[in-house]
DNA sequence: TTATCATTTCGTCAGTTGGCGAAATATAGA
DNA sequence: TCTATATTTCGCCAACTGACGAAATGATAA
């Protein structure tokens, strides 16, 4: 039942509901998860190892940049009730379609600029 | 993404898996649960009402007693999804060994019974 | 080496949650 | 009606959570 509890209460929180959707098509690195959900890089950074804890997500390191992805279907069960329950529940709401258009925007751009244009402001 | 989040919530408590659990087999009458968890009668009706707003739990009443069981598989999806999930996560954790064996002794006694050895012991 | 920078870790804080007991509610039986 | 009682609602409190910023980490590039 610890596995199953990981499972669901990392599920349990909007934000890395957000986070598991986003990652539906293609992995993501943290720099473009940020620029999505607009939060501060330590949050983002917490709430993706959470989802690794519960085996939902898979990172691999490319030089300073961290790959995130959705874990294989063909691995843990529980995993893949896991994302069956997340993908039947994605629906249309508000938050889905907006993050969707973001997302498209983050996509098109080289992820470099978008972590330049993430670096603290020289005022 | 507003249903799936209740549902996730609903299930990221140790609690509230238990009571699912025990649902497997049969319906529970509350003071049975009461007696499984040994929580306040309060406390119970609380995590139950919660199962109740996420639709994964149906209850009906006869006279005192609030019977509840698990939502039927053939409605909602998102709830068939959640089930599945958490039928497949129960594992052979040492507290599930205990429940069920619990569960079994409550279930081999008359409601009746059960519920006066719950009522105040007057000293 | 030294500087830069993407990410993580740590400490803090406001808001949420899960437990309890007391009081309220609703129903059966006298 | 009045009493007993199974369940729910409400208010409270300790523990947990998710957010942040500052500092640490690890890797590239100068």
Redesign the pocket.
């Known amino acids: 039942m610890n596995d199953l509890l990981r499972v669901t209460?990392a599920l349990?929180?909007e934000?890395r509901l957000r986070i598991l959707l986003a990652m539906r098509q293609q992995e993501l690195?943290?720099?473009q998860l940020?620029e999505l959900l607009q939060?501060?890089?330590?949050?983002v950074?917490?709430?993706?190892?959470?989802l690794r804890e519960a085996g939902l997500v898979q990172?691999r390191?490319d030089?300073?940049?961290?790959y995130c992805r959705l874990a294989s279907r063909r691995g843990n069960p529980l995993v893949r009730r896991a994302m069956d329950l997340v993908l039947e529940g994605a629906g249309e709401s508000l938050r889905q379609a907006q993050d969707g258009d973001a997302l498209n925007k983050i996509l098109s751009m080289d992820p470099e600029v978008l972590?330049?244009k993430?670096?603290p402001q020289s005022v």
Request: proline share 3%; net charge positive; hydrophobic share 35%.
């Open positions: 209460r349990a929180d934000t690195c943290i720099c940020i939060l501060a890089p330590s949050t950074s917490k709430q993706v190892s959470i990172a390191k030089g300073r940049w961290v972590c330049r993430q670096r």
